[in-house]
């Protein structure tokens, strides 16, 4: 059974950072892209960051939102089966909820979300 377990999520004050982990299990975790969304109040969910399956223990190429690029960082753990954001110089509009996902044999997955709030 296919599980993604999330940590990490908060309040913040802009400019400050958090890291977001994902726990997966259930399946062979390297073999998979895992994938980082968030969704904010009102809005769509937004794809945020993805990282490869290819790459040894720390995956492969990476992708960022327009939005996050320079500022957040995913990363994964093969051995550990983790996958993690690293989110520096948090603006408030980065306030969502934060899912972590990954497509197995077609079937979406998705964590049970985290809330980050960026605010003074």
């Known amino acids: 059974q296919v599980q993604l377990v999330l940590s990490g999520g908060g309040l913040v004050q802009p400019g400050g950072s958090l890291r977001l982990s994902c726990a997966a299990s259930?399946?062979?975790?390297?073999?998979?892209?895992m994938k980082w969304y968030r969704q904010a109040p009102g809005s769509e969910r937004e794809l945020v960051a993805s990282?490869?399956?290819?790459?040894?223990?720390?995956?492969?190429?990476?992708n960022y939102a327009d939005s996050v690029k320079g500022r957040f960082a995913i990363s994964r753990d093969n051995v550990k089966n983790m996958v993690y954001l690293q989110m520096n110089s948090l603006k408030p509009e980065d306030t969502a909820l934060y899912y972590c996902n990954t497509y197995v044999r077609a079937r979406a997955y998705w964590g049970q979300g985290t809330q980050v709030t960026v605010s003074s």
């Open positions: 259930g399946f062979i975790f390297s073999m998979y892209t």
């Open positions: 990282i490869g399956n290819s790459g040894g223990n720390s995956g492969g190429s990476t």
